[in-house]
């Protein structure tokens, strides 16, 4: 949720013709991550969390490239892209990691 949070942020730098699309889409990704991941999370089978999982990794991996898109466009100062790049990262990485979790045989 911090990184939605920091997505919005960042969606309201672009220059008005680029905001709408850039920023709709970044907030739509970003709030995707959250949203799946508990959406999985209310399932009652272990299959149906590790789905939920994969779609909110997509859509992590979609805000870095939005992100990055953003930057390389120059639409934010790279100090504003700071905090929801590494938020960003870091979200990808417990996802990983959560993602791994669900694969491994019970033992």
């Known amino acids: 949720m911090d990184l939605a949070v920091s997505c919005y942020e960042v969606a309201n730098g672009p220059p008005m013709t680029e ?3 850039l920023a709709r889409q970044l907030r739509r990704a970003s709030i995707s991550i959250a949203a799946n991941i508990a959406e999985g999370a209310g399932r009652k089978h272990a299959g149906d ?4 999982l994969s779609i909110a990794r997509g859509s992590q991996a979609e805000v870095e ?4 898109i ?21 979200v990808g990485r417990m996802l990983t990691v959560m993602l791994g979790r669900r694969s491994e045989p019970k033992t």
């Open 70 to 90: 953003i930057r390389r466009l120059g639409f934010v100062a790279a100090q504003s892209l700071e905090a929801a790049t590494g938020l960003a990262g870091e």
């Open 65 to 68: 490239t939005l992100l990055e």
């Open 19 to 21: 905001r709408f699309e």
């Open 49 to 52: 969390y590790a789905r939920f």
